[in-house]
């Protein structure tokens, strides 16, 4: 059993009072309407946090401004110490933050950890970048001249995160941001604000510590307040957005009208093609946990299924027969795989959606209801549809995996591709001409292309993201860290001739 009340104190958090919702250097309450931290599991307030206002949002990136001139002088792998020192922090409090994730966010307790690990995985990664952050050389056509590119940091980075992983995606960009010089402001998702609180606090530790403090910046605050205020200030450059495609879309314009860049990570509906000659037993695991793992709450969840025809039958058998062991409930218990939708309005959308599948002609296999209990529960869903089922195309954010029966590859692909987003994708097969073609620029058409391994779970290494609606936006590895900064191209001439690029004469 936690107990919720000392794991909260050792947090940092007040389960009785008004908890700050501002942190810019010191932690206030913020002056704007107080939110209600709800248990999504059994529906009890964990917590009450004191929301920002425009006011405080204003103070928020004052506190920022004032941190930047010197940090962005700061040596960079000095940066990265600080990281460094905050991925100690995450390691100490590793166990309490995850079971904070698990009780704020509802997913299962393993995730909850998993989530903590990607967020030290990724400091981790930062600080090496610290002693990076690689520009270029090129060839001068002018004799003595030396052209390099180099890369400086861009400013305020705002952080908007959405509530499904409440505290790693707040780490993709924030340990990138620090150590390529920025400070960021972090506008976490209203369902999940404790988490937020949570990390500050141990970010509060390390910046005190090393004199820091203003670098890494916090507003509760709801997205038509402090989010907007932020998608329209010039003195932000960069606003880092995840959430839903709607969201994205409408953000993504204001902040183009100020020629302000945004790194987009929006709505995913992923597919998953089982070919006949895969490895069944693999891809029936990827797909359970892809379609089931955070109740289907991960952007990356495998929501649409292509299995070819000579083993659509057994598999689906197979997979319906899984489903059927799948244990739903406390996220805390170990025993369960699945559980909570984030609160009351998803499970109304989870029910909305079925409805619209029953009436549009599909043929719900198992699951398809909401579970009568205290708690936003749901039943895991599998739903046999035809190629082209309009409901398909839309992201539900709950565990409705559609299933799909193909001819061939060629016939998977147009299917796997007709839906407008386009973040991550997987086939199971032994061929390598399958695999290679899947991956290839006529194969999948997603940010992600795996090869038997499902559509969830990636890896920091690589550069997250996807196409189309899902924004574009790439995030955590590979040279994502280039978004955080801004290239400059810098010729210096060390002869004693003033020769022009081009052959072109000016003597007087
Ligand atoms: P959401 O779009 O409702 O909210 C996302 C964030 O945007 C929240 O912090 C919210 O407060 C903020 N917001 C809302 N309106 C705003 C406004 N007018 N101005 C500024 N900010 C505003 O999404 P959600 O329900 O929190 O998360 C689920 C969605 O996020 C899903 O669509 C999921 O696929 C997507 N997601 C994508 C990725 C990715 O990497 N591609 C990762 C996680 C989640």
Redesign the pocket.
């Known amino acids: 059993m936690t107990d919720t009340r000392a794991l909260l104190t050792r947090l940092g958090i007040d389960p009785e009072g008004l908890n700050p919702g501002v942190y810019d250097g010191s932690f206030r309450e913020g002056r704007g309407k107080p939110l209600e931290s709800v248990n999504p599991a059994d529906g009890t307030v964990i917590a009450r946090i004191a929301r920002a206002s425009r006011v405080d949002y204003e103070a928020a990136v004052a506190a920022g401004l004032a941190a930047f001139p010197r940090w962005r002088m700061e040596p960079a792998p000095r940066r990265g110490e600080v990281v460094r020192l905050i991925a100690e922090e995450l390691r100490r409090h590793k166990q309490d933050l995850g079971t904070l994730v698990s009780l704020e966010n509802g997913k299962i307790l393993t995730e909850g950890l998993g989530e903590v690990q990607e967020m030290i995985d990724m400091a981790d990664y930062a600080v090496g970048l610290s002693r990076q952050l690689h520009g270029l050389t090129m060839q001068s056509e002018r004799p003595r001249h030396r052209m390099v590119e180099q890369w400086h940091p861009l400013g305020t980075v705002g952080v ?6 409440p505290v790693a ?1 707040w780490a993709w960009n924030a340990f990138l941001a620090g150590a390529c010089g920025d400070v960021t402001l972090w ?5 999940t604000p404790l988490c937020a609180l949570a990390v500050s606090r141990l970010v509060d530790r390390v910046l005190m510590l090393t004199g820091w403090r203003g670098v890494f910046n916090l507003v509760v605050g ?3 307040e402090v ?2 205020a ?2 329209d200030d010039p003195r932000v450059p960069l606003v880092s ?8 879309k ?2 993504a314009a204001r902040v183009a009208a100020r020629f302000g860049r945004s790194i987009l ?4 509906n992923n597919g998953v093609i089982v070919m006949d000659d895969a490895d069944l037993e693999l891809a029936l695991r990827a797909v359970l946990f892809g379609a089931v793992g955070t109740a289907g ?4 969840s495998t929501r649409r299924l292509f299995l070819q025809r000579g083993i659509a039958r057994g598999f689906t058998e197979r997979l319906v027969a899984a489903y059927g062991r799948i244990r739903v409930g406390d996220p805390l218990d170990p025993a369960t795989l699945c559980g909570p939708l ?1 609160d009351g309005s998803a499970v109304t959308d989870f029910e909305a959606a079925m409805a619209r599948i029953r009436r549009e002609g599909g043929e719900v296999l198992c699951g398809g209801n909401r579970l009568d209990r205290p708690g936003c529960f749901v039943e895991p869903t599998v739903v046999r549809a035809p190629l082209g089922f309009r409901m398909s195309f839309e ?1 539900t ?1 709950a565990p409705i995996l559609y299933l799909f029966e193909v001819a061939d590859l060629d016939e998977a692909l147009r299917h796997h591709n007709e839906v407008p987003q386009g ?1 991550s994708s997987s086939i199971f097969t032994d061929s390598v001409r399958a695999a290679e073609r899947f991956v290839s620029a006529e194969g999948s058409d997603c940010g992600i292309a795996n090869v038997n391994i499902g559509t969830s779970g990636a890896e920091i290494g690589g550069a ?3 196409e189309k609606d ?2 574009g ?1 790439r ?1 955590a590895g590979s040279d994502s860290w280039k978004q955080y900064m801004r290239r400059q191209t810098s010729t210096t001439n060390w002869s004693k001739d003033f020769p022009l690029a081009q052959g072109v004469k000016f003597d007087l």
């Open positions: 908007i995160t959405a509530f499904n992983f995606v506008k976490p998702a209203s369902p709801s997205g038509a989010g907007d932020m998608l957005l995840t959430g839903s495609c709607a969201v994205g409408a953000a990570e929006l709505g995913g709450q991960r952007c990356t984030i992201e954010f973040l997250f993201g996807g899902t924004g936006g995030e």
